[in-house]
Structure formats: structure tokens, C-alpha cells
């Protein structure tokens, strides 16, 4: 499994010469599966760059939304292979009782937001609501599952042979919990990132913002780091990052965040920020324990 | 791999926000499965649910009475609890709690169903102490 990350920032775009090492796009992380399958994980503004970088031939494409907020999906609309006949997208997403997924993205996709609207575009769409059991994509087993954060929010696990990622950009899983004592069954999210060879986590605010900002719908950082712990995630990378974050403010969170990490008992090596086009081969459990030897 | 069990995010968030009350405040899961007490609570009935644990749906409903207005123990299934969690519908009675010490508690109790795009998942119930103080003793 090959993970590539299109966008890290949350909340809007980003751009500018003062978050160039990180990034501006918003959240989308692009997975290819051992056997070539494409999954486009949500669908921020970071996903008009994947699809400029997949080949111009017929496709078929998942994207796995874990909710619709404008960072999420801002992206939509740009994406190349959406313009292509010969492609197929499936779009994933949560169920809520008010609408379908389909209605309820295209009231962004439709005007005046949107030059065109979803009946218009070329490709061959169609919308889901994700199952509550696990379901299959090419060679993975995909599992979804609500977390804490604003309206209908999914948190995401893919595995792919032995190897794992787990994706929940939005959460906020220390809102009226104290993760260090709560039993592992009561923390949100716990299930998808449990033993995850990657987990890619919310990480928006430092400890001192995080207090102006209770229930939005995000985390602090030592709540990031606490729940990443907690998880026995073998990686982790703090993602969304706050559109007020410089890259220099950045280094210094990040900074920040190992020493936290360490006296969690972390690895050093095992914690990293979310880098804007960066790449993470996730290989096999049996070929790492043989690289170890 | 198997995944563990987890449970469902909206009793994940009824139980924070129920430990941040200072209203006594039940919680159980669809199965009647008693999961979560609030501190408040504990002080009503003389035990904290650290110290109980989880209980089965006949075990809370003898642990702490209740009673009717004549003292008469109440049917497990017309307690607002069950019936919010069986009957997927909000209840509402005045009845009385025995705390682990003897002490009689009336109060007023509500109880609603959480209900999920997936479904009933479980029910909250509220107890308001009323006015009156002491409630009846069992008959």
C-alpha cells in the first residue's frame, strides 16, 4: 500500500511562500492498494493535484469522504478524471437523516457555487453511504466508522494484507474524556486506529490554542499524541494543520510535539508532521520483520 | 484482522457529556445493558459506578428499588428506562431510589431513547430529586 499525501491543511487553503515546506492544500490522501486499485481519501483542494498526476485513460476511482465539510470537498469540482467519460468514481460517504449524499454534495456542486452540476459531470459517478460492516475495495477491507467531530463524520481503516492505515483527519476525541484513563471500548476512533502500521491523525492545534477552540472539533496536540499512544499505532502523522500555522510555527509544534512524544514513550522516529506531497510505502508485516533481521 | 469492539460513538459522547453533569444521569445500551452512571448518581445511590461496573437489566433494577408512591417495587419493564430502550419512545414517572445505606430517594425520572442512522443504540434517563425529599418506604 502506497499512501501519498495531496493536501494536509484543514479548514481552507493555505498558499503562500510562508507554508511552502508543509503545505496549503486541504486534506486528500491518495492510497494505491497492492493490487493498483486508486482510493482518493476526501476531497479537499489537494485532489486537483492527484488527479492531475493519475493517467488520462479509463479508470475507476474510489473517493471515501469522512464527511462534507468545504476542506473535505472543496476539491470536487476540479478533479480532471471527474471530466472523463471513460471514468468511474464511486464517492463514499457518512449517511445522515437529513439527506443522501448526493443531494447533500450537490449543494456545493451546483450553482451558485458551482459552474456545473452533478447531473453534468462527464464521468460516470455514482454516491454511498458507508456500510457499518467492513467492505472490500480492490484488495482492502475498508472499515468506517463515526467519530467526534462536527455533523456525521467518519474516521477510516484501510487494510491491505498486513499492513494498515488509519485516516481520521477531524477528530477530537479528548472532548469531555481524559483518554489517559478512559477504558479503550469509550475513545472514538480507538477501533480503526488500534495496532495501525499508520495512522494519520488530526493534529490542528497546539496545547495553548486548544482551550479557545473546545468543540470545534479538533485536537490539541498532547490529545493527538495521547491517542496515538493509547492506539499502538506503529506511526504516526499529525495532519490538518491549522491554516494559521507557518511552516516555521510548524517546526516549532513539531518540535514541540516530539519531546511530548518521547516522554509519552514514543519512538522518536515514529512521529513526523504531515508534509504536503510526501509518500509512505506501507510494506507487508512479513517483508518488515525480515528487513529487521 | 479483527478489530475490537467499539461502541457507538453517541454513547461515547452521552457519556462525556453525562460526566461533565451535575444531574444524575443513567446510561444504557440497547441491550438494557446499564454502561455508565455519572458521579451525581453515585452520590444518590451510595455507589459509584467504578465501584458496580457494568450491570445486566435485571441486576439495576433490583440494586436500587424502585418503588411507586405506595412502596410497592415497580415492574422492571414499566421503568422509564426499559421502556425508552425496548419501546423506543420517551418516558417519564415519579418513583423511589434506595441507596446502598437504606436512605429513600423520590424523584422525577426521564428517560429517551438515542436513536442513530443505524438505529436505537440505547437510552438516557435523567433523575430530578424532588421537592419532598425522603420517598416512600417499600411496603
Known amino acids: 500500500m502506497k499512501v501519498k499525501l495531496w493536501g494536509t491543511r484543514g479548514s481552507i487553503p493555505a498558499p503562500g511562500p510562508e507554508t511552502i515546506r508543509y503545505g496549503g492544500n486541504t486534506s486528500c490522501v491518495g492510497v494505491t492498494l497492492s493490487d493498483g486499485s486508486m482510493l482518493a481519501l476526501d476531497a479537499g483542494t489537494g485532489i486537483r ?25 472543496q476539491g470536487l469540482v476540479f478533479f ?5 467519460p471513460q471514468t468511474e468514481i464511486v464517492i463514499w460517504g457518512p449517511a445522515s437523516p437529513e439527506a443522501s449524499l448526493r443531494d447533500r454534495i450537490a449543494r456545493y456542486i451546483s450553482a451558485p457555487l458551482s459552474p456545473v452540476e452533478v447531473r453534468e459531470l462527464p464521468c460516470d459517478v455514482s454516491f454511498r453511504h458507508c456500510p457499518e460492516s467492513e467492505w472490500e475495495i480492490g484488495s482492502a477491507r475498508i472499515r ?8 456525521p463524520t467518519l474516521g477510516y481503516r484501510i487494510d491491505d494484507g498486513d499492513s494498515s492505515l488509519a485516516y481520521i ?10 483518554l489517559a484513563q478512559m477504558d479503550e471500548d469509550w475513545i472514538s476512533g480507538f477501533a480503526l486506529a488500534r495496532d495501525a502500521s499508520l495512522l494519520i491523525h488530526d493534529g490542528q492545534y497546539t496545547d495553548a490554542e486548544y482551550p479557545c477552540h473546545v468543540g470545534w472539533g479538533h485536537s490539541a496536540t498532547s490529545h493527538a499524541l495521547s491517542f496515538a499512544r493509547r492506539t499502538g499505532a506503529e506511526r504516526t502523522l ?9 511552516d516555521d510555527q510548524l517546526d516549532e509544534l ?13 519512538d522518536p522516529g515514529t512521529l513526523e508532521l ?5 509518500e509512505v510505502e506501507l510494506p507487508a508485516r512479513a517483508a518488515k520483520a525480515a528487513a529487521a533481521v | 484482522m479483527s478489530f475490537v469492539t467499539q461502541r457507538p460513538l453517541e454513547l461515547i459522547l452521552a457519556r462525556n457529556l453525562m460526566s461533565a453533569l451535575s444531574t444524575p444521569a443513567f446510561l444504557v445500551d440497547e441491550g438494557g445493558l446499564l454502561v455508565f452512571y455519572n458521579e451525581a448518581a453515585g452520590m444518590l445511590l451510595g455507589k459509584r459506578f467504578e465501584e458496580l461496573g457494568t450491570v445486566g437489566p435485571q441486576e439495576w433494577g433490583s440494586l436500587f428499588g424502585p418503588f411507586d408512591e405506595n412502596g410497592e417495587p415497580i415492574p422492571y419493564d414499566e421503568l422509564p428506562l426499559v421502556t425508552a430502550v425496548r419501546g423506543g419512545r420517551p418516558a417519564h414517572a415519579e418513583l423511589t431510589v434506595r441507596s446502598t445505606d437504606g436512605t429513600h430517594h423520590e424523584v422525577e425520572v426521564s428517560a429517551f431513547p438515542i436513536q442513530t442512522p443505524h438505529g436505537s443504540q440505547g437510552a438516557i434517563a ?5 421537592a419532598n425529599g425522603n420517598g416512600a418506604e417499600p411496603a
Not at chain 1, 480532471?80 to 472523463?84: L, V
Not at chain 1, 483527519?169 to 481524559?178: I, T, V
Request: aromatic content about 6%; some cysteine.
Open chain 1, 49 to 73: 493535484c492527484l488527479g492531475l498526476a493519475l493517467p488520462d485513460e479509463p479508470a475507476r476511482l474510489h473517493i471515501l469522504l469522512t464527511h462534507l465539510h468545504l476542506d473535505h470537498i
Open chain 1, 80 to 84: 480532471a478524471p471527474a471530466f472523463r
Open chain 1, 144 to 151: 468506517a466508522a463515526s467519530v467526534t467531530h462536527r455533523g
Open chain 1, 169 to 178: 483527519p477531524d477528530h477530537e476525541p479528548a472532548l469531555g474524556a481524559d
Open chain 1, 238 to 246: 499529525l495532519f490538518h494543520h491549522d491554516p494559521l500555522h507557518s
Open chain 1, 254 to 266: 513539531g518540535a514541540a510535539a516530539q519531546q511530548q512524544w518521547v516522554e509519552l514513550g514514543g
Open chain 1, 274 to 278: 504531515a508534509v504536503e506531497r510526501s
Open chain 2, 126 to 130: 435523567v433523575f430530578w430529586p424532588t
